[in-house]
């Protein structure tokens, strides 16, 4: 197994203290080469709707095409069509958008999330984007059974002989937001999605120390609101763990540069 880490979108907004990245992964497991979320697409940069055309413009994105997970997928050496699957975390304007760069993929999604998505209410509803699925992707719906990782409600999505993949509802970001374990025993990586967030100590996965959060602009009820109420257990997972989880989420650039530093 080999997991590439990705930033599918670079976004840069200093009037909010935002400094940070879209995180998507590419595992190369077997015959199986799968895409954890998507980031921006091509089509978000060439032909934007005004709803991306002002996120793009409120986050500072830089719309380098090179950033997006096709232009990656292909500088590693493969084609869109190499890619055989793609999981969600969940459909928001930022992890969706690569979507339709890989129209061949079967794209792997817990069913409150497509359902969710189908049916946006509220703040966090406003982030979907339809038109970014709208070429009708191979969707494989997954429900949740009686399956648990670490304790966590699980549901195993793909294996490998080498690798099983994971989604991990964790309801509050979105009503279907989950995060991904991918890994086997003793070495595992999890991506919380949104479900954790870096910008405010309380939210974070990591006690980075106080320099790291001289960026933390909201306060701590409106980064919990937008992060949901699993932040503290994830922590303590990971600091039960260490050593056998490695944990990121999903707008989380401290961790991808560490990973970089180390690779
Ligand atoms: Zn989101």
Request: proline share 7%.
């Amino acid at each position: 197994m080999k997991i590439h880490h990705l930033n599918c979108g670079t976004l840069h907004a200093p009037f909010v203290h935002i400094d940070s990245l879209v995180y998507c992964l590419l595992v190369e497991s077997g015959s199986r080469l799968v895409l954890v979320d998507t980031g921006f697409g091509l089509r978000d940069y060439t032909q934007p709707t005004p709803k991306m055309r002002f996120f793009l413009h409120y986050m500072v994105v830089p719309r380098d095409p090179a950033e997006t997970a096709l232009h990656q997928v292909r500088a590693l050496g493969y084609q869109a069509e190499d890619v055989t699957d793609i999981i969600c975390t969940h459909l928001h304007i930022d992890h969706a958008g690569g979507l339709s760069d890989f129209p061949r993929a079967n794209v792997h999604i817990y069913e409150k999330e497509y359902q969710a998505a189908q049916k946006p209410r509220g703040m966090m509803g406003f982030a979907y984007l339809p038109t970014q699925w709208a070429h009708g992707p191979h969707w494989v719906f997954h429900e949740q059974r009686d399956e648990t990782w670490f304790g966590l409600d699980a549901i195993q999505v793909l294996a490998t002989p080498e690798t099983s993949f994971y989604l991990l509802p964790l309801p509050g970001h979105t009503p279907g937001h989950c995060g991904t374990a991918i890994g086997s025993t003793g070495n595992w990586l999890l991506l919380c999605g949104d479900a954790a967030s870096p910008f405010h100590p309380l939210t974070d996965l990591h006690d980075r120390g106080p320099d790291a959060y001289r960026l933390a602009f909201f306060p701590r009820k409106i980064t919990e609101g937008l992060a949901g109420p699993h932040a503290s257990r994830l922590k303590a997972l990971l600091t039960e763990h260490a050593g056998e989880i490695r944990g990121i989420s999903s707008h989380d650039i401290y961790s991808f540069k560490e990973y970089h530093r180390a690779h």
